[in-house]
Each structure stands twice: as C-alpha cells, then as structure tokens.
C-alpha cells in the first residue's frame, strides 16, 4: 500500500509563489513516477507536471517556466514550487504516484492520489 500525503496549498496574490510537498509512504519511491494535477470546481482534473522514475520532467504549457517540480528520494518526498501565480491557477492540487514509473499525463494512469491542498489566487 501507498499513502500520500500533499500539503502547502494557501491563498496567495497574483504574482506570489507557494511550496507544495507531497510526502510518500512507501518502500520504493525512487521507482515511482510522480506528478501533480489540479482541479478547479466544475472542470475535470488536470496534468501540471510529473516527475518519472528515470528522472525526466514534463510540464503542462500553461505552466510551463513558472512551476518547477522535484523530488528527494532520501525523504521521500516531492515538491512543487509555483512562482508567477495567476488567478487562473486556483484549483485543488493532488499529488499522484505511477508504479510503471512513467509519468503519464493522464490522471487515469496514476495508482496512488494524495488527498488534495487548495491553492487560490487573488487578482
């Protein structure tokens, strides 16, 4: 069994930053792929950017130079900092582990969901 647990969300101004970090129990970290979705109310859930066993990174356009993921696979732990913040990224932010160590951008491709940290950005 995985457990998650995603943490750092906020309010925050248009043009703040904020940490998330997303800790995971489990006895083979390093070979998951990890990645970062968002939710915002009435919209399906969203690929951010993940984070693969073999150590490539992918973002999703819109954020593309604005968030950077990463990990500590001593800690077991996985990160994401949000610089530039945009009204438009307000959503729920869930952490997510892929077993096959790719990291899809489909959420359905994801075994393993933290339980989500709100982000909202004021204009």
């Known amino acids: 069994q995985v457990r998650l647990v995603d943490s750092g969300g906020g309010l925050v101004q248009a043009g703040g930053s904020l940490r998330l970090s997303c800790v995971v129990a489990g006895r083979t970290f390093g070979r998951y792929a990890m990645g970062w979705f968002r939710q915002a109310p009435g919209k399906e859930r969203e690929f951010v950017a993940s984070s693969w066993s073999g150590g490539n990174i992918r973002y999703a356009d819109s954020v593309n130079g604005r968030f950077t993921i990463s990990r500590d696979n001593t800690k077991n732990t996985i990160y994401m900092q949000m610089d530039s913040l945009k009204p438009e990224d307000t959503a729920v932010y869930y952490c997510?582990?892929?077993?096959?160590?790719?990291?899809?951008?489909?959420?359905?491709?994801?075994?393993?969901w933290g339980q989500g940290t709100q982000v909202t950005v004021s204009s």
């Open positions: 997510a582990a892929d077993l096959s160590g790719v990291g899809y951008k489909s959420p359905n491709r994801y075994d393993y």
